[in-house]
């Protein structure tokens, strides 16, 4: 057979020419069997960044990126569903939404991530429960799901092993930002993790990596394009990311939050928003014959606690202790706790998500820089933006392994919130804007 010509492919990429499926598939055939170099790639890469692709370019290579590697087989299983979110502060919808539509008549087979950058990853969130093991096996992960209904667990490395290699290289080259290299990234796990409904979380502003709505409903539309283009039922929804979702932002924080958000208590933002992705799920997998049904299910589920069962029943079956979900108060705890409170009177008008994470990764929450993450560390928002507050009123909760990093952790609070006009409008809506 003819050697792959990736410098014209890279050539004719720069250019801007469009890009036949073969080609885009002779890439990654090439690039796995070592023919051509981390360099070419690397510059592939960078042509697709400055030049794009079309959205059938993007879908091939995606599907190339699935044969790299294996598929859990879910064809047997009715009603599968899955959910990915692009990555948020305080994101821990997956914690409630899963179990949600596992209760309601879905099979939720779900591969996560861990944190990306500043955002918190969903399996670190739950290894914050003592005993609990992500690292299932794909056979393990498929018996999970049919016995259960419900397996959440790390993504398996032999699902799209290309995409590891690309990723290191868009991470060493500038060129993680480009939608066509994110969607396949992404959608290539979510396609060999084999659910046949996906539902998308995009996240948009400070505290995500799409800023601009039009940059999030590019991407949104771009997987839903890839998904249906192999076949799977896609919805994607955009969300606001400019403060943090609900008030806990910390590994054991959210998972009491997402508990609490199962009690039919919690924040309203994560509740509805929980809701509504787990209402998709369960429509798009088939498991209701309607919006208004599969929401009355997932109602159900919340109401009448079958989803804490459901979630607790995962916990107990991925060998953790299930009594956290009755008494969050197990899961491990910081040694210091204390209170910033409010200098002044007046509006919280601004309460920036990316630097609130930066304050939560000072604290030992994240892994960037040290071996292992502090599970207990985080804050709680006892204010957000919208809402007033007087001289001395406490705003935020800092739980700090290291009392010694309580003073800094107050100092760069200070610098993501800002207190104005009380007569000032509400700039909070949290507005969920779907694309199906
Ligand atoms: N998450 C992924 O898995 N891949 C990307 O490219 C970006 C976010």
Redesign the pocket.
Known sequence: MAQFDVIELIEDTKQGNALDAERVTGFVTAFMAGEVTEAQASAWMMAVCLQGISDDAASALTAAMVESGKLVDLSELDHTADKHS??GVGDKVSLAACPLAAAAGSIVAKMS?RG?GHTGGTVDKLESIPGFRTDLSAKDFRAQAQRVGLVIAAQSHDLSPV?KRL?AL?HDTAT?DSPP??AA??MS?KLAAGASAIVLDVKCGRGA?MQSPEEADHLARLMCHIGESQGRAMAAAITPMDQPLGRAVGHALEVTEAVEVLRGEGPPDVAELALQIATSMVLLSGAAPSLDDARARVEKARSSGSALDKLAEMVRAQGGDRRVIDDPARLPSARSIDVLRSPTSGRITWLDALRIAEVVESLGGSRRGRKAIDHSVGVRLLRKQGEDVSPGDPIVEIHASDPSSLDDAKTRIGRAMRVGDPAAPDPTQFEIRWIT
């Open positions: 692009t990555g991530g990306l995409d990723y868009r993680v290299l994110i990234s992404v796990k990596f």
